[in-house]
């Protein structure tokens, strides 16, 4: 008897997830809780366990969609036993041969018979051996650009001109350097591949086309001399790290100015919802990562009652969870306000674009030396270009260009903020 592996609920409103990795085969014997494949949602990675031991048969292969409750795997007993039949979720990414057999996928068959290629000539890259439709693609695109670049030299190569009888002395070392000649150069060959955009790539183009068309939004921009956070910083970090056990970082100092910044303008932790505007008077910040399947943004929540060792623990630990996909779908969920450090990249100056329905985002960028003047006179500092992209419909252009002078302000004497070393 099998038991079936079917897409669990991994969200509210999730109704549509990809399958990401699997980590057994296709025939695998494996235990019962034992992490079976991580399926992506539109907003984070989930592994799921398998539900009793046996032996697997995959349904559906990496990279396929699936609905909440779909069968995406079978665990058999013995050696595994195939199913008497398919779900028609699933009917589409079923196997379309038996294990003795090249295991081909219904979309890759269908190309196979429309274009009469042998299944046997196309190299798989599918799990347990599956022949997708994407080596199918491959395949012809390859046989094609061959097949181009050999018409191209046909067309190159012109007949040798008839030789004269009485130069019979002389043609023989020109047919002998014909022959020498190097070979016409064979075209590169120029291929292109397919791939499913991921559920959180899809879940990113389409927040990020929300914003655009359903927000006022607006970009304005300051710069920050961070010459006191670094001295900060080097004054107190391996006494902070030895106290705390976290490293000081420039996020801390960032979420600790923007909660204050927040506090003074409540605008900017608002959100529109309708015809209303909602004021908080909690601030939840979400902190900007660039994870294995992309940018992800967790939430630090209730960050006015963390201390900087408290931020940079959180920041720390969702940056590995991130790298490692392994955030969950609440901790993406009900942020207030965003910060984005594109400076760990290298970018000098950008405008972030808000992440809806917040109201507010704040861009970090890199600490670049600069000549300034001060005092009247031209000095070399750490300066750092900071951008607030905010939504017009709530708050004004006053409003926006004070926070983010209050952001410049604090961070260029962090002694107002209390580090609790």
Not at 23 to 34: C, F, N, Q, Y
Not at 82 to 87: F, G, N, R
Request: aromatic share 4%.
């Amino acid at each position: 008897m099998s038991v079936e592996l079917t897409v669990p609920e991994v969200g509210e409103s999730i109704t549509e997830v990809q399958i990401g990795r699997w980590l057994k085969a296709d025939g695998d014997t494996v235990a019962r809780d034992e992490d079976l494949v991580e399926i992506e949602t539109e907003k984070a990675s989930v592994v799921v366990p398998a539900p009793e031991a046996g032996v697997l048969k995959i349904l559906v292969a990496e990279g396929a969609f699936a609905e909440v409750g779909d069968a995406i795997a079978q665990l058999g007993e013995g050696s595994g036993e195939a199913p008497t039949t398919v779900p028609m979720e699933a009917r589409e990414e079923a196997p379309a041969a038996t294990l003795d057999e090249p295991v081909i996928m219904p979309a890759a068959a269908r190309l196979l018979a429309e274009h009469g290629i042998d299944a046997s000539e196309v190299e798989t890259s599918g799990p347990g051996g599956r022949l997708l439709k994407e080596d199918v693609e491959r395949f012809m695109q390859s046989r094609d650009a061959r097949a181009a670049a050999r018409e191209a030299l046909e067309e190159t190569a012109a007949p040798a001109p008839a030789a004269e009888p009485a130069a019979e002395a002389t043609t023989e070392p020109a047919a002998t350097e014909a022959a020498n000649a190097p070979a016409a150069a064979t075209p590169p060959e120029r291929g292109e591949e397919v791939r499913p955009m991921s559920m959180i790539r899809r879940t990113i183009a389409n927040r990020l086309v929300e914003a655009q068309q359903n927000a006022a939004l607006l970009t304005t921009f300051n710069e920050v001399d961070m010459a006191p956070v670094k001295e900060l910083r080097a004054k107190y970090k391996e006494q902070f790290e030895k106290q705390h056990g976290a490293r000081l970082g420039f996020m801390s100092f960032f979420v600790k100015a923007s909660v204050e910044a927040l506090r003074r303008f409540p605008a900017v932790n608002a959100e529109v919802r309708g015809t209303e505007v909602v004021y908080r008077d909690y601030y939840d910040i979400g902190i900007a990562i660039g994870g294995g399947k992309g940018l992800v943004v967790p939430v630090l929540r209730n960050a006015e009652s963390k201390n900087f060792a408290e931020i940079e623990t959180s920041i720390a630990d969702l940056g590995a969870r991130a790298q490692a996909n392994q955030i969950e779908p609440d901790e993406l969920a009900g942020g207030t306000f965003t910060i984005s450090n594109g400076g760990v990249y290298g970018s000098l100056l950008s405008t972030p674009i808000v992440n809806p329905p917040q109201s507010g985002i704040l861009g970090m960028h890199t600490i670049q030396d600069r000549p300034v003047a001060i005092n009247g006179d031209v000095v070399i500092r750490p300066m750092m270009y900071v951008a607030l992209t905010y939504d017009h419909r709530i708050i004004d252009g006053r409003e926006a260009v004070t926070f983010l002078r209050t952001i410049k302000d604090v961070l260029e004497d962090p002694a107002r903020l209390l580090l609790e070393i």
